[in-house]
Every structure is written in structure tokens, then in C-alpha cells.
């Protein structure tokens, strides 16, 4: 059974402050996406990452895809409030599924 | 370009009833995928439908059965609800079934009594 397991689980920070999230497995996957989701809403695609080593940047976002196409992490830099909502990193692995994790929660304090 | 849409927004059921959940994919799309998120989790497949056949399926009962139809919009039907099938029901299409990126829809929240 593919999982993903997100690191950590909640996060609150203040606004301005830098933090890393991470998304891990022990299966290889051919892509991985980063989702955000706020309340009431689904979540929103932020980033595909296909190539090991891949380095992606969304304004302040950074995301990176492991060498080995097992692992990804977020970061963002000077965080502000409307950073705060769910990210779920969710993985591809050349089949018909998308499979996610259980998300790590952020909010930012202004 | 017209979005996902998920009807109803919220519903409330008692536990062995049955109910149906519809999905409007996004102009283009030919695959409709299905998911189950429970509170302060991230969301579980369920199945997914391209072009109008069942393309795979989670670990998900048979009394969660779907439907895709021509114009690629989809149902989700659940029977003999359970309390633990209170839950966000997200639906996502996308261009294609491999591994085409996934556009959801807001969700129906599920509450089982």
C-alpha cells in the first residue's frame, strides 16, 4: 500500500516567519503534486513536480521533488495570513490514482 | 471556462438511508474521479470514471457505487449509510485518467445521524 506521510500535522507561526513542510513515502512516485485547501472549498493545485531533483517556485512557495522520487517538501518564506489553509501533497504513480496525504495544517498569525 | 460543481452543498441523512451526490466536471474533461475526506484528513479515492466506465476503484464497499454520463457529469450513490460515512465527498475531473491534474469542485459535506 503506497502511502504519504506529511510532517507536521499542524503548524502556527507569525507572520514573517519561514517554515518548511514535508511529504514523504517509501514508494516511488512519477509525479507529486502540493494542493491548498481552506475551509468549505476543495483543494487547489499549487504545483506538479515530475523530475527527481526538481526545484519549483511560486512567488514565495519553493517546492522540491527528491532525487529519488519518494519525497517533496514546501517552503515558504516570510509566511503571511493568507498563506494559513490545509496542504496536502498527493502523488501519482503512473496508474489511474492520486493518492494524498493527511495534510498538514497551517495557520499564520498576523 | 466553467468550473466544478458539486450539488448539494450539505446534506443530512440517517443512517441506512441512501443517497445521491452529483458532480458537473469542467468544460473539456473526460475523467471524473471521487473522493472521501473525513475530518482533519486528507481525502480517500473512491473510484474513478472515464468515459462513462469505471476506470478503478479504492478500498470503498460496493454500497459506494457511481455513474458517469454522456456529458461526463457524474453521481456518487452511497446505500445503507453508516455514521462513519459523514464525511467531505470532493469530486475532481480532469483532461484525461493518466494523471492529468485534478480539478475539484467544493465538495458535499455528509452528515449521517
Known amino acids: 500500500t503506497q502511502l504519504l506521510e506529511q510532517s507536521p500535522q499542524f503548524l502556527s507561526i507569525q507572520e514573517g516567519e519561514n517554515l518548511t513542510v514535508y511529504c514523504n513515502s517509501s514508494s516511488v512516485f512519477s509525479s507529486l503534486q502540493w494542493y491548498r485547501q481552506e475551509p468549505g472549498e476543495g483543494p487547489v493545485l499549487l504545483v506538479t513536480?515530475?523530475?527527481?531533483?526538481e526545484v519549483k517556485k511560486l512567488k514565495r512557495l519553493t517546492f522540491q521533488f527528491g532525487d529519488a522520487r519518494k519525497d517533496s517538501s514546501l517552503h515558504i518564506t516570510a509566511a503571511q495570513p493568507g498563506d494559513t489553509g490545509l496542504y496536502l501533497c498527493?502523488?501519482?504513480?503512473?496508474?489511474?490514482?492520486?493518492?494524498f496525504g493527511a495534510g498538514t495544517r497551517l495557520f499564520v498569525k498576523a | 471556462e466553467t468550473g466544478v460543481t458539486q450539488s448539494p452543498t450539505h446534506l443530512i441523512k440517517t443512517r441506512g438511508q441512501q443517497v445521491t451526490l452529483r458532480c458537473s466536471s469542467q468544460?473539456?474533461?473526460?475523467?471524473v474521479s471521487w473522493y472521501q475526506q473525513a475530518l482533519g484528513q486528507g481525502p480517500q479515492f473512491i473510484f474513478q470514471y472515464y468515459r462513462e466506465e469505471e476506470n478503478g476503484r479504492g478500498n470503498f464497499p460496493p454500497r459506494f457505487s457511481g455513474l458517469q454520463f454522456p456529458n461526463y457529469s457524474s453521481e456518487l450513490n452511497v446505500n445503507a449509510l453508516e455514521l462513519d460515512d459523514s464525511a467531505l465527498y470532493l469530486c475532481?475531473?480532469?483532461?484525461?485518467?493518466?494523471?492529468?491534474?485534478?480539478?475539484f469542485g467544493n465538495g458535499t459535506r455528509l452528515t449521517v445521524t
Open positions: 513536480v515530475v523530475t527527481g531533483g
Open positions: 468544460s473539456g474533461h473526460n475523467t
Open positions: 475532481a475531473s480532469s483532461l484525461d485518467f493518466n494523471n492529468s491534474p485534478l480539478h
Open positions: 498527493a502523488g501519482d504513480n503512473g496508474g489511474f490514482k492520486t493518492i
